[in-house]
């Protein structure tokens, strides 16, 4: 059973910066792709960002320039670097896999960009 355990996620100033990470079990973390996605209160899931195999990454227009997706693939762990922090960046940012037939998700962590 693939398991998704996200962390760092927390309250941050606008124009600050949070790194969270995501460690995977129960999967052959470096065959896959992996991604974060998020969720705002009152709307829906969105992609934040992926990146594949291979390293190959790709960015929401949202985040681009601002958020940076990397992964350890000794660690089975994937990260997101995320600069200059806008208070629409709130939200519960989920981890995801592409093992499966629609992906496995991780439990989610709080960012909260606020003064």
């Known amino acids: 059973q693939v398991l998704l355990v996200e962390s760092g996620g927390g309250l941050v100033q606008p124009g600050g910066s949070l790194r969270l990470s995501c460690t995977a079990s129960?999967?052959?973390?470096?065959?896959?792709?992996m991604g974060w996605y998020r969720q705002a209160l009152g709307k829906q899931r969105e992609l934040v960002a992926t990146?594949?195999?291979?390293?190959?990454?790709n960015y929401a227009g949202s985040v681009k320039g601002r958020f940076t997706i990397s992964r350890d693939n000794a660690k089975n762990t994937v990260f997101l670097q995320m600069n200059s922090l806008k208070p629409e960046d709130t939200a519960v940012y989920y981890c995801?896999?592409?093992?499966?037939?629609?992906?496995?998700w991780g439990q989610g962590t709080q960012v909260t960009v606020s003064s």
């Open positions: 990146i594949t195999s291979g390293g190959t990454t």
């Open positions: 129960g999967m052959i973390f470096h065959a896959y792709v």
């Open positions: 995801w896999s592409a093992v499966g037939g629609l992906g496995s």
